[in-house]
Nanobody, 126 residues
Framework: QVQLVESGGGSVQSGGSLRLSCAASGSPAYTNCMGWFRQAPGKEREVVGYIDSDGRISYADSVKGRFTISRDNAKNTLYLQTNSLKPEDTAMYYC????????????????????WGQGTQVTVSS
C-alpha cells in the first residue's frame, strides 16, 4: 500500500504560481502511475496531468503550457508546478497513485486510482 500527502496549496492572485508536492510513503510499486487531479465545488474530479508506467507525462488541455509535473524518485515525491494561474484553476488538488498493471489502465481516469491524498486547496483570485 502507499500513503500520499499533498502540500503547497494556497491563495494567489491571477497570474501567480504555486508548487504542489505529493509525498509518498509505503511500497514504491503502488506509485507506478501517479497523477494530479482537481475538483471544484459542484464539479466532477478531473485530470490535471499524470505520469504513466512508461514515465511519459501528459496534461489536460486546460493546463498545457502552464503546469508542469515532475517526480523525484529519491524523495518519493511528485510535484506540480502551476504557473499563470487563472480563477478557473481554483479547486482542491489531489495526488493519486496506482500499480497500473493492467494494459488497459486509463491513467487519465480518476476512477482507476486506488490511492489518494487528502488534497490541497488552490484558490486563485482575479
Amino acid at each position: 500500500q502507499v500513503q500520499l500527502v499533498e502540500s503547497g496549496g494556497g491563495s494567489v492572485q491571477s497570474g501567480g504560481s504555486l508548487r504542489l508536492s505529493c509525498a509518498a510513503s509505503g511500497s514504491p510499486a503502488y506509485t507506478n502511475c501517479m497523477g494530479w487531479f482537481r475538483q471544484a465545488p459542484g464539479k466532477e474530479r478531473e485530470v490535471v496531468g499524470y505520469i504513466d508506467s512508461d514515465g511519459r507525462i501528459s496534461y489536460a488541455d486546460s493546463v498545457k503550457g502552464r503546469f508542469t509535473i515532475s517526480r523525484d524518485n529519491a524523495k518519493n515525491t511528485l510535484y506540480l508546478q502551476t504557473n499563470s494561474l487563472k480563477p478557473e484553476d481554483t479547486a482542491m488538488y489531489y495526488c493519486a497513485a496506482d500499480l497500473c498493471w493492467r494494459e488497459d489502465f486509463s491513467a487519465s481516469n480518476p476512477h482507476e486510482y486506488n490511492h489518494w491524498g487528502q488534497g490541497t486547496q488552490v484558490t486563485v483570485s482575479s
